[in-house]
């Protein structure tokens, strides 16, 4: 008689101290909640949206764009600091150390560097992908996961002059929206695609007045998910993606100057 199998233990974060590249879409709903948050900041990091020095927002900053309460944060952020990721004073906002995203980094998530990074064909491949999942989260999302959606559009209106806040709580916007779709695999697409030339948008979303933009914008998608108007959520969202390609590409022009004349 064959004995039964060894059921695996639960993934601790020892287990994710040791593999930094666990970071995924598809099993996060089978980890603690502590550990998904850590995967999401992790994420950031590997993508170049969180840099060394950056600071992160506040604790109630974050409980808002994840939706949690401070103990699962807080173990997160404790399991981060330990494995060398974080660093924080006393009392002070956690800090992402010198550890280098490019040692972080799994081989899909890798960032294209500016000199190959083609904005217009991101772009045209976002609005294929992005535009079906914002119209298929409006025939499929539950009313718990349009309220989500829409909390977490309004809610940016408190991170309009902290951009670093303001990316954390963009990439719980959108994840949010592809969940909502029920569709795993047009979601690993876009979160690839999404992650492409962050390094660039990064410096976009730092410009005055740029934030603020795509905050009405997320309002105005989540307004149209939460009442099920497919047409204005489509259309608000191709919007969106317009104005974060056009200031991407300015971005892009203004790096180009500065390498030219610097």
Request: glycine content about 8%; proline content about 4%; overall charge negative.
């Amino acid at each position: 008689m064959s004995k039964p199998a060894k059921e695996e233990p639960d993934r601790t974060f020892a287990d994710l101290a040791e593999d930094t590249g666990s970071f995924g879409g598809g099993t996060l709903e089978r980890r603690s909640i502590s550990e998904q948050v850590a995967d999401r900041i992790m994420g950031m990091i590997k993508s170049g949206n969180l840099k060394p020095g950056d600071r992160l927002p506040t604790e109630q900053q974050m409980t808002i764009a994840f939706g949690i309460s401070r103990p699962p944060l807080r173990e997160a952020l404790k399991a981060l600091t330990l494995m060398g990721v974080l660093s924080s004073r006393q009392g002070g906002r956690y800090t992402i150390t010198d550890l280098s995203p490019s040692r972080l980094a799994a081989p899909f998530n890798s960032v294209l560097a500016v000199a190959d990074y083609d904005v217009h064909q991101q772009f045209e491949t976002r609005i294929v992908v992005d535009l079906e999942l914002v119209r298929l989260c409006c025939e499929r999302a539950s009313l718990e996961q349009r309220q989500r959606i829409h909390k977490l559009a309004v809610d940016g209106r408190a991170f309009e002059h902290d951009p670093v806040a303001f990316r954390l709580l963009d990439i719980e916007f959108h994840q949010a929206i592809n969940d909502g779709a029920g569709n795993a695999l047009l979601a690993a697409l876009a979160h690839v695609l999404y992650d492409l030339g962050l390094d660039v948008r990064r410096a976009a979303s730092e410009v005055p007045g740029v934030i603020d933009k795509s905050v009405g914008q997320h309002v105005e998608v989540a307004d149209a998910i939460l009442s099920g108007d497919t047409l204005a959520a489509v259309a608000a969202y191709r919007a969106h993606l317009e104005h974060v390609r056009d200031t991407t590409i300015m971005a892009i022009a203004k790096r180009s100057r500065e390498l030219t004349h610097g």
